[in-house]
């Protein structure tokens, strides 16, 4: 299940959500936005990246390297509330917490 608040880019950036990291992981490809925009033109965010983002922003901070919680996120975003990292690591997100405040 995914967060049910949609977000905006502001409220993303005010949670600590830098521009620089939002660049580094959509040249990355860990987020996808609907439209990349190019030199001078901004990027559209579907709310479902914006969601994305924050959760990567959640995991980095709580020590996952960036593709792990590109992975995770994603892999939440599907549905699926556990996610596998690695041979019997298991990481549960829990949707009820992720609607607190940071």
């Known amino acids: 299940m995914s967060i049910t608040r949609p977000l905006t880019l502001d409220q993303v950036l005010k949670r600590g ?7 580094h ?3 990355r490809g860990w987020l996808r ?9 901004a990027r559209v965010w579907p709310a479902a990246e914006l ?7 959640r995991l980095t901070r709580a020590g996952l390297a960036a593709a792990a919680a590109a992975q995770a996120a994603r892999t939440h ?7 596998k990292l690695g041979p019997g690591l ?5 949707t009820d ?3 607190e405040a940071p």
């Open 25 to 27: 992981w959509t040249r």
């Open 77 to 83: 975003q599907e549905g699926r509330l556990l996610v």
């Open 90 to 94: 298991v990481l549960a997100i829990d």
């Open 17 to 23: 959500l830098t521009y620089r990291q939002l660049d």
């Open 51 to 57: 969601q994305i983002a924050d959760l990567m922003r």
């Open 97 to 99: 917490l992720l609607s």
């Open 33 to 41: 936005p609907a439209h990349a925009g190019g030199t001078g033109n």
